[in-house]
């Protein structure tokens, strides 16, 4: 149905046609009349960020947490370089936004006027797709079509700016019917003939892997089920990069745990040993396969993703399938059934005993402490107190967030939310709010490092204003943990400029915004100021102090194989490792 309206209004109308219920958002001068649409529309709930970036991070939180485009709403200028690096996260980390920027009027454009910058010219490498809007005659249609090619395909961010005065114009507004992209008509349906090959390599292969990413993840909830059954049906043994991660449940018998840079042991070797490896929804990033001509050199290797740049740009597949990572499951689950397919179990029964052996290197294992918490130990406690709970968890970028990936377990997806591809400071406290919004009733937390959470603090105000009670538990060591471990292992612990040197008092600051603060630094006191931060209705801060020059391992050394790891010195039997003896100059360049 048309009807007659302002370009604001139809901004307004649009985002009610395409179920938005919140967005996340900054005013200025070039968006004041499609706040002041919002001010007359109750139906779209607006929460005011403090700064744009957290505006994008907030709306990838409650995308990535409720499987919906994201959206945000920021002012020209600055408000639209502001959001540039929530906008890149979004892209190498394929979540859905719509991000709306205000922009001059369209005969100011290329004038220096107040406010402008060339937003589609800046946001053009760090989106899925842009639009400048110059008639109001187009903008139902471009309003629509963003919120498509956002969530169609592989997800992605798309921006869509608004010149002041095509808000101010009127015209005539259509809703979403039939609306998608001319040209961009991503495929969904795997190629059944492929499918079967990969079926039929599946029921031969003596040491097979499942190798899965954040892919699954964006494809729904059903994708996790069918990777489920799946695995069930095989036996075979999965492991999962950072975004992956509760696809298939950590408490499963075939999870060997995350892999990569800091994954375990026996994923890693798992990988590199393997004869099969099945990748689905992942993109095999340099933090996975150490150093690329010596990744999995004698596997067989099928790649299912919906993105077929994906397909053979890092790595050289034998069978790449184009889909959708729910339809590419749910067709091998029906072929793998109905033609009786059964996998080599005396080969898969070496495979698990070799598998076995791996596991038993602990490679989580760390040293206890009854005089000062050690990080490994907090996150453990924090995952046991609140195992049972409706929990979602978002992190920051560092050495916690890495600990927080090897020993929080997530059973399910969508419960996890983090930045992958651009390791972004800053974004896990906006991140938690977003999520918060999109889950009233869960208990988020925000694992953060005392670095990291600086970057973004002023968000605890928006927490306050909204009464969202969401928890930052910071693993405080006083350092930028990843960067003063980096310094130790290959700069002669010359430790430049990686030391806090004036934190503030974090259970002041929280008070200062009107939360609550919690300190702990005894072992013996961890668990009743976790069940305490866990129990308050109110935004929570805990600066939980632990062990300083904690270093996260396993690692795998940069410019070295997949399976040339890195044990902590407690499991290990030849002592502390010297990166400073292993990593050679070219692969300094790739920390």
């Given at each position: 149905m048309s009807r007659q309206m302002t370009g604001a209004e139809m901004v307004v109308a649009a985002l009610e046609d395409q179920g938005v219920d919140t967005i996340f958002g900054y005013p200025g001068g070039a968006v004041l009349p499609i706040y002041d649409a919002l001010f007359q529309h109750q139906s779209v709930k607006h929460v005011l960020v403090r700064h744009e970036q957290g505006a994008g991070h907030a709306a990838e939180g409650y995308a990535r947490s409720s499987g919906k485009v994201g959206v945000l709403l920021v002012t020209s200028g600055p408000g639209a370089t502001n959001a540039v690096t929530a906008l890149t996260d979004a892209l190498l980390d394929s979540v859905p936004l719509v991000c709306i920027t205000g922009q001059v009027p369209t005969h100011l454009i290329g004038s220096d006027a107040f406010q402008e910058c060339d937003t589609t010219g800046i946001t053009r490498h760090c989106t899925k797709h842009n639009y400048l809007v110059r008639r109001v005659e187009d903008l139902p249609r471009i309003l629509h079509e963003a919120f498509w090619v956002a969530s169609h395909g592989r997800p992605g961010p798309v921006v869509i700016d608004i010149p002041k005065d095509v808000q101010f114009s009127t015209g005539t507004y259509v809703g979403p019917q039939n609306i998608v992209h001319k040209t961009y008509q991503p495929t969904v349906k795997g190629d059944l003939d492929k499918i079967r090959q990969a079926v039929a390599l599946m029921a031969k292969a003596k040491r097979p892997i499942f190798y899965t990413g954040g892919g699954v993840i964006n494809a729904g909830p059903e994708a996790s089920a069918l990777l489920r059954e799946l695995v069930g049906l095989t036996n075979f043994p999965i492991t999962s990069t950072l975004m992956g991660l509760g696809a298939y449940p950590a408490s499963g018998e075939n999870w060997l745990g995350m892999l990569g840079?800091?994954?375990?042991?026996?994923?890693?070797?798992?990988?590199?040993?393997?004869?099969?490896?099945?990748?689905?929804?992942?993109?095999?990033?340099?933090?996975?396969?150490?150093?690329?001509?010596?990744?999995?050199?004698?596997?067989?290797?099928?790649?299912?993703?919906?993105?077929?740049?994906?397909?053979?740009?890092?790595?050289?597949?034998?069978?790449?399938?184009?889909?959708?990572?729910?339809?590419?499951?749910?067709?091998?689950?029906?072929?793998?059934?109905?033609?009786?397919?059964?996998?080599?179990?005396?080969?898969?029964?070496?495979?698990?005993?070799?598998?076995?052996?791996?596991?038993?290197?602990?490679?989580?294992?760390?040293?206890?402490?009854?005089?000062?918490?050690?990080?490994?130990?907090?996150?453990?406690?924090?995952?046991?107190?609140?195992?049972?709970?409706?929990?979602?968890?978002?992190?920051?970028?560092?050495?916690?967030?890495?600990?927080?990936?090897?020993?929080?377990?997530?059973?399910?997806?969508?419960?996890?939310?983090?930045?992958?591809?651009?390791?972004?400071?800053?974004?896990?406290?906006?991140?938690?709010?977003?999520?918060?919004?999109?889950?009233?009733?869960?208990?988020?937390?925000?694992?953060?490092?005392?670095?990291?959470?600086?970057?973004?603090?002023?968000?605890?105000?928006?927490?306050?204003?909204?009464?969202?009670?969401?928890?930052?538990?910071?693993?405080?060591?006083?350092?930028?943990?990843?960067?003063?471990?980096?310094?130790?292992?290959?700069?002669?612990?010359?430790?430049?400029?990686?030391?806090?040197?004036?934190?503030?008092?974090?259970?002041?600051?929280?008070?200062?915004?009107?939360?609550?603060?919690?300190?702990c630094s005894d072992p013996a006191e961890l668990d009743a100021a976790i069940l305490r931060m866990i129990e308050a209705p109110h935004p929570v801060i805990f600066d939980c102090v632990v062990e300083r020059e904690e270093n996260c391992f396993p690692m795998i050394p940069s410019g070295k194989a997949h399976n040339e790891m890195l044990l902590p010195a407690a499991i290990d039997d030849w002592g502390a490792p010297d990166l400073g003896a292993v990593i050679d100059e070219k692969g300094k360049m790739l920390v």
């Open positions: 840079m800091h994954g375990t042991y026996e994923s890693n070797h798992a990988m590199h040993d393997c004869d099969l490896m099945i990748a689905v929804g992942s993109r095999f990033d340099d933090r996975i396969t150490g150093r690329l001509d010596a990744f999995s050199p004698g596997s067989t290797k099928i790649h299912v993703d919906i993105d077929p740049s994906s397909i053979n740009k890092v790595v050289k597949v034998d069978l790449g399938i184009v889909g959708d990572c729910a339809f590419v499951l749910e067709d091998m689950v029906r072929i793998w059934r109905s033609e009786g397919h059964q996998s080599d179990r005396a080969a898969l029964a070496e495979w698990w005993k070799q598998i076995d052996g791996w596991r038993k290197r602990n490679s989580l294992g760390f040293a206890p402490s009854k005089e000062v918490i050690k990080p490994q130990h907090a996150i453990r406690r924090l995952y046991e107190l609140t195992r049972g709970r409706d929990t979602y968890i978002t992190t920051e970028v560092g050495q916690h967030q890495m600990w927080a990936a090897q020993h929080y377990g997530f059973d399910e997806p969508n419960r996890w939310m983090t930045s992958g591809g651009l390791g972004t400071m800053g974004y896990g406290l906006p991140a938690a709010i977003g999520v918060q919004m999109a889950h009233p009733k869960a208990l988020v937390i925000d694992v953060a490092g005392e670095a990291s959470i600086l970057m973004n603090m002023q968000e605890m105000s928006t927490a306050l204003q909204y009464r969202l009670p969401v928890k930052v538990f910071i693993l405080n060591n006083s350092y930028m943990g990843m960067v003063r471990q980096w310094q130790e292992l290959l700069h002669g612990s010359r430790y430049s400029e990686s030391y806090s040197e004036a934190l503030p008092d974090f259970v002041k600051l929280a008070e200062a915004y009107g939360g609550v603060g919690i300190r």
